[in-house]
């Protein structure tokens, strides 16, 4: 994800008085907004559509880093030996 450090860093007093011009452009770039207060980043803003994505790709890697631990552990399975056990379990035949 991209910042543009002189377009993306608003304070907290910029964002009381243009709340609509921060708005639009937060939705129209997709990067999100740092908010300062004192000088110091206190909170960022981030379109909700990006925001969904951001999430979606972190519980996926979340699930990919386990599955290599499992691999890693030794937790595997032969694909051939699941997919008999699957079938057997939901009574599919061949």
Known sequence: ???S???DI?????LKKKTNEIFKQ???TGRPIVVTVNGKPDAILMDVNVFEKKMK???L???LAQAEKDVKDGRTKDARI????IKKSAKISS
Do not use: P, Q, Y
């Open 5 to 7: 450090i002189s377009e």
């Open 26 to 28: 937060l939705h129209h």
């Open 82 to 85: 699941f997919l008999k056990e």
């Open 10 to 14: 608003k304070t907290v007093s910029d």
């Open 61 to 63: 890697g979340l699930l």
């Open 57 to 59: 790709a972190l519980n």
């Open 1 to 3: 994800m991209s910042l």
